[in-house]
């Protein structure tokens, strides 16, 4: 079945950099768009930026410009988003969604989310 | 960037009740919204896609409508696994951006 696989939780001090990890699989890696959206505690979704596997290019929210990189692996079918210069206010739940080319049509599936926690 | 209101931020619900949200977007956004339910500790699920296109497999209870700046989601019988937040989100223009998200409770 469809689904996307995310790995782990992390614990970093700030300053520090994570890399966030999701495995595809059950469709074509490269037809869908990988979209990063995080959830600090008792907040909302923030959407942070998109990757087209087919090409590797990238949309990024102007907010993480500067620090943020999303790459993929099309030999795992896996995406990454890097995030530096960590601080206290980028602990959330990172989540990866497969999105469409056309944007009208929403995430229809979602990882788990990853927990990073940012803590000296 | 794009401002996503909703409201209410909570409500309190029992079972078998209507349930309205609505969606304000700070500017039109033609079509361009999507309605997501997330349960404690999980993922957001996709309800509605496009204003008023239901997911596939999303039960015919839910429905959305609304263009340009003002969208509902509407639960037309609130069953138990309907307590959750539900938020919009436009996909109009980068960057995408979510309501605050609103928390269905039981009454």
């Known amino acids: 079945q469809v689904q996307l696989v995310q790995f782990g939780a992390e614990v970093k001090k700030p300053g520090a950099s994570v890399k966030v990890s999701c495995k595809a699989s059950?469709?074509?890696?490269?037809?869908?768009?990988l979209h990063w959206v995080r959830q600090a505690p008792g907040q909302g979704l923030e959407w942070m930026g998109r990757?087209?596997?087919?090409?590797?290019?990238?949309s990024y929210a102007q907010k993480f410009q500067g620090r943020i990189a999303m790459t993929r692996d099309t030999s795992t079918s896996t995406v990454h988003m890097d995030l530096s210069s960590l601080r206290s206010e980028d602990t959330a739940v990172y989540y990866c969604?497969?999105?469409?080319?056309?944007?009208?049509?929403?995430?229809?599936?979602w990882g788990q989310g990853t927990t990073v926690t940012v803590s000296s | 960037d794009i401002q996503m209101t909703q409201s209410p931020s909570s409500l309190s619900a029992s079972v078998g009740d209507r349930v309205t949200i609505t969606c304000r977007a700070s500017q039109s956004i033609s079509d361009y919204l999507n309605w997501y339910q997330q349960k404690p500790g999980k993922a957001p699920k996709l309800l509605i896609y496009a204003a008023s296109s239901l997911q596939s497999g999303v039960p015919s209870r839910f429905s959305g409508s609304g263009s340009g700046t003002d969208f509902t989601l509407t639960i037309s019988s609130l069953q138990p696994d309907g307590f959750a937040t539900y938020s919009c989100q436009q996909t109009y223009s980068s960057p995408w951006t979510f309501g605050q998200g609103t928390k269905v409770e039981i009454k």
């Open positions: 990757i087209n596997p087919y090409d590797g290019s990238t």
């Open positions: 969604a497969r999105g469409y080319r056309d944007s009208y049509y929403g995430m229809d599936v």
């Open positions: 059950g469709y074509t890696f490269t037809s869908y768009y």
